[in-house]
Every structure is written in structure tokens, then in C-alpha cells.
């Protein structure tokens, strides 16, 4: 499957952005995917999931309340809405895919095979 994350930009503390990201060349619905982002001098971290079987999430302590993952099948896009933005929040942020995803290991980026090319959020206080 290919990705293609876009929707990055500058914005103020406090803002909402969504980010969507576009899969091709495979079935939908038979991924799993993720948010993890990266920001400067610091290790990719994770930042939202959503599975491919009932579309459970899951969340970074750290965006809990204020981002939200979702998929639109139809649409074959992965979204990630993000409010109340933080400077904190300033990253690259990449959508992530793999067919096999288990429980203990979601968080982990060596979990996924599939990577999108990242797009930068940048948030000014």
C-alpha cells in the first residue's frame, strides 16, 4: 500500500488542523493504521492508531482529549484531527500502515511496514 499524508501547515497555539492521509495500491480495509510524528532532535514517537476490526483507537497520553483518528473506508483516507494545538505539537507527522497489528505492540513503529512521506506541522505560540 502507498500513503500520502498532507494537510501540514503553520499554525497558532490553539488551533485545529485535520491531516488526512490517502492509501493506494491495496485493500483498505484490510489495514491498520497510525499516527507518529517526529520533531526536531527527538525519536519518532506514537501518536494515534486505529484498527481495521471494529476501528478501535488508541491514544498518546500526550494528545488524548484533543486529537482524534478516523478512517473513512469509502474514501480509502485515514484522518487525524488535531485541536488545541500545542508548540509542543510541532512535528513531522507520519501515517503509518501494517496488516498485522497486535495490542502490545501498536505504539511501536517497528510494527508497521508501510510509511507515508510525513508533512510538518508547525505550531506558534
Known amino acids: 500500500v502507498q500513503l500520502q499524508a498532507s494537510g501540514g501547515g503553520l499554525v497558532q497555539a490553539r488551533d485545529s488542523l485535520r491531516l488526512p492521509c490517502a492509501a493506494s495500491?491495496?485493500?483498505?480495509?484490510?489495514?491498520?493504521f497510525a499516527w507518529f510524528r517526529q520533531a526536531p532532535g527527538l525519536e519518532r514517537e506514537f501518536v494515534a492508531a486505529?484498527?481495521?476490526?471494529?476501528?478501535?483507537?488508541y491514544y498518546a497520553d500526550s494528545v488524548k482529549g484533543r486529537f482524534t483518528i478516523s478512517r473513512d473506508n469509502a474514501k480509502n483516507t485515514v484522518y487525524l484531527q488535531m485541536s488545541s494545538l500545542k508548540p509542543e505539537d510541532t512535528a513531522v507527522y507520519y501515517c503509518?500502515?501494517?496488516?498485522?497489528?497486535?495490542?502490545?505492540?501498536?505504539?511501536?513503529?517497528?510494527?508497521?511496514?508501510?510509511w507515508g512521506q510525513g508533512t510538518l506541522v508547525t505550531v506558534s505560540s
Open positions: 503509518a500502515a501494517d496488516r498485522q497489528i497486535i495490542l502490545s505492540t501498536l505504539r511501536d513503529s517497528r510494527g508497521y511496514e508501510y
Open positions: 495500491g491495496s485493500t483498505f480495509s484490510n489495514y491498520n
Open positions: 486505529i484498527r481495521r476490526s471494529q476501528g478501535s483507537t
